[in-house]
């Protein structure tokens, strides 16, 4: 089989017909490949914000979750507001994740953004334990993560990390 031999493609001619219908093609797929990516990109970071609520026991609706991370509906719930600032948190991040020095500031900034529509202070430290549980089918619980504890420094504020002793 001599189509492949360097020699043999040296001489090949073309017609030209060909060589428009390539370059159409090509045309064709560069136009379409950004409309794909946003596509695929906005996929990822419902299905991202989807699951990473769920791992606290947030859940909502695809179609719900959808519309608020497309920013077409409103949150009408606490959950959604969580949904929708995860959303906003996440976009910032997305979209400056360059120029985000990891300061203090920034984190509090970060919890401001992302409890807003909850009815939640954000911006702050925690100040009480909490814990991330699933309410399994049989009605019992089931502790899936303890968060670091809340600790008060010397002047009756809140430190930023204690180490778990």
């Known amino acids: 089989m001599h189509s492949f031999e360097q020699q043999y493609l040296k001489k090949l001619q073309i017609p030209h017909h060909l060589i428009g219908i390539i370059r159409q093609i090509g045309e064709y797929k560069g136009k379409q490949a950004p409309k794909m990516l946003e ?3 906005q996929v990822a970071i419902i299905q991202s914000i989807e699951s990473s609520n ?3 026991g947030i859940t909502a609706d695809f179609k719900r979750i959808k519309g608020l991370v497309e920013e077409k509906i409103a ?3 606490r959950t959604e507001g969580e ?6 948190v996440l976009n910032t991040v997305h979209s400056n994740h360059k120029n985000i020095p990891i300061k203090v500031q920034i984190v509090l900034q970060l919890h401001r953004d992302l409890m807003k529509y909850a009815g939640k202070q954000g911006g702050v430290w925690k100040s009480v334990v909490n814990e991330i549980a699933e309410i ?3 009605g019992s619980k089931s502790i899936r993560f ?3 504890e809340p600790s008060v420094n010397d002047t009756g504020g809140l430190s ?3 180490k778990p002793s």
């Open 54 to 56: 769920r791992l606290e």
């Open 75 to 77: 949150p009408s719930n």
């Open 83 to 88: 949904i929708a600032g995860y959303r906003d």
């Open 136 to 138: 399994n089918p049989n």
């Open 146 to 148: 303890v968060p670091v």
């Open 39 to 41: 596509n695929l990109r």
């Open 160 to 162: 930023r990390i204690r």
